[in-house]
């Protein structure tokens, strides 16, 4: 008698133990953010002279029409600029130009490396 009720209570545990908590993963029904259409602008630039890079990014933003460019410093020596625009489902389209003459070092120019010489104290 003893064995059939502890074998009840064991089922018992089990099944209320396999409930399972509801969790709802769909859309939350309210947001303290407010929403709206995309709206942004920005832009940064770097610029300094001893290491030679200059590069930057400015982008606007209202609703589906996104505009921008960036900029950045070849090691050729030319500024390469990317314009670019997208409307809509119109995709990403992008204009790049570069300014100024590509310059490589001549062969006598070009170091060559040489690992550093261990020091000892």
């Known amino acids: 008698m003893n064995s059939k009720i502890f074998l009840l209570l064991c089922v ?5 133990a396999d409930k399972r908590p509801s969790f709802s993963y769909g859309a939350p029904r309210f947001s303290s953010e407010e929403t709206g259409p995309a709206q942004y602008n ?3 630039a770097v610029n300094d ?4 890079n200059d590069f930057g990014h ?3 933003r209202d609703n589906d029409n996104t505009q921008g460019s960036y900029s950045v410093q070849l090691p050729d020596g030319r500024l390469q600029t990317v314009t670019y625009y997208v ?10 130009q570069y300014k100024g ?15 550093p010489r261990p020091q000892y104290g």
Not at 49 to 52: E, G, H, N
Not at 90 to 95: M, R
Not at 101 to 115: I, L, N, T
């Open 101 to 115: 003459e590509a310059r490589y070092p001549d062969s006598d120019e070009v170091r060559s490396y040489a690992p």
């Open 12 to 16: 018992g545990a089990v099944a209320v």
């Open 58 to 60: 400015q982008e606007t």
């Open 87 to 96: 409307n809509g489902d119109s995709g990403y389209i992008a204009d790049v």
């Open 42 to 44: 920005f832009n940064w």
């Open 49 to 52: 002279a001893p290491s030679a």
